[in-house]
């Protein structure tokens, strides 16, 4: 079925709209409340996310699904505090972030969060294993590279320290982000496309390893991606769809 302007009835596809209050959880990580965002351009407001309502429990796995320009990293960046939304409210572990002022929301991603990119971001001057220690030496951790050391040998990567991010290969570099994502602990981590830059083979393994990582630091993950089998390994999956989340 298709609306007046074109659009799908998303109805029509069996799917269906997340309310405020459909999830209650034990020990809820992220609440989200009717956000919204809108972008002012020279054509008018743009709205791409509307009236979005959100949960996720500690040590839950979610995939946001949709298609290319749908707004999922947008999303993302709302809920990591990277961006404010237009309306609405976002928490992650009691804390606000739709109320923090920016330093706080700083503070908070510090604290809470880890990430995961699709373009590694690495600091090229840096070597595999300052870039891992990088986030425990900005909270002073005296023990920052141990803590380094540790988690890049459980990526496999502890012949690897002194390698500067040109002398690794593309796995080897989205393995040291998943070291530098996780050596700080986070409850929570946001993964915005962890495989897209990879081949079938190495996507594969770093999936693996992505979830491996997670259940054993038991952190609350919300994955953005196209692949539906990565998906499809979270313990629940949602899609953006016309500015708007939706449940199968």
């Not at 309310?19 to 351009?41: F, G, L």
């Not at 595999?128 to 890049?152: F, I, K, M, S």
Request: a negative charge; glycine letters at 8%.
């Amino acid at each position: 079925m298709a609306s007046s302007d074109g659009a799908v009835d998303s109805a029509s596809r069996g799917i269906r709209h997340n309310s405020p209050m459909e999830i209650h959880t034990r020990s809820e990580a992220i609440v989200v409340d009717n956000i919204s965002k809108i972008y002012t351009t020279p054509n008018g407001p743009l709205k791409v996310l509307d009236d979005i309502n959100f949960r996720a429990e500690q040590s839950e796995s979610i995939a946001i699904v949709g298609v290319s320009g749908s707004g999922k990293s947008t999303l993302l960046s709302l809920l990591a505090g990277l961006d404010l939304p237009t309306s609405g409210t976002i928490s992650i572990h009691g804390e606000s972030l739709t109320a923090a002022s920016e330093d706080k929301r700083a503070w908070l991603r510090n604290r809470y969060i880890g990430f995961v990119f699709q373009q590694f971001h690495l600091l090229p001057n840096l070597t595999a294993l300052e870039n891992v220690a990088l986030p425990l030496e900005l909270r002073a951790d005296a023990q920052a590279g141990a803590h380094a050391r540790t988690v890049l040998a459980q990526v496999g990567l502890g012949s690897r320290l002194q390698h500067y991010p040109r002398q690794l290969s593309g796995g080897e570099q989205q393995r040291v982000a998943l070291a530098r994502a996780y050596c700080p602990h986070p409850r929570i981590l946001f993964a915005d496309e962890p495989t897209g830059n990879l081949d079938a083979k190495t996507a594969t393994k770093v999936a693996e390893l992505l979830f491996e990582l997670n259940d054993e630091y038991a952190t609350t993950l919300v994955l953005v991606t196209h692949d539906e089998g990565l998906a499809a390994r979270c313990h629940r999956r949602v899609q953006l769809l016309d500015g708007r989340l939706w449940t199968d």
